[in-house]
């Protein structure tokens, strides 16, 4: 069973970048669908990007479009969250997990699984 961890959160300014990496251990990633979610305080989770490196695809969703930038380095068996641009509204507990069921690009909580723990994004104003 894959086991998932998030790091590269923190605090900063608006307009600022970070990037997010989830490294994947125990499985080989390369051939399946790997997302990111978000929750902030008091809201549900939500999908931010997805991406299917077999078949060469990726899906944002629309508000963080062309701020963001999902990738996966096979070699690392890593995914990656480039976030730039970040705005307040982008702060929340950013988590990875693997899709176990369903569209890759539907973003669908109930349809991934293999949480990691989550690292945590902060953008003051």
């Known amino acids: 069973q894959v086991q998932l961890a998030e790091s590269g959160g923190g605090s900063v300014q608006a307009g600022g970048s970070l990037r997010l990496s989830c490294g994947a251990s125990?499985?080989?990633?390369?051939?399946?669908?790997m997302a990111w979610f978000r929750q902030a305080p008091g809201k549900e989770r939500e999908g931010v990007a997805s991406i299917h490196n077999l078949f060469g695809q990726t899906s944002l969703v629309d508000s963080v479009k062309g701020r963001f930038t999902i990738s996966q380095d096979n070699a690392q068996n890593t995914v990656y969250l480039q976030m730039n641009d970040l705005k307040p509204e982008d702060t929340g507990m950013y988590y990875c997990a693997m899709l176990q069921r369903g569209n890759c690009f539907f973003l669908r909580v109930t349809e991934f699984g293999d949480w990691g723990q989550g690292t945590q994004v902060t953008v003051s104003s």
């Open positions: 125990g499985y080989n990633i390369s051939g399946s669908c």
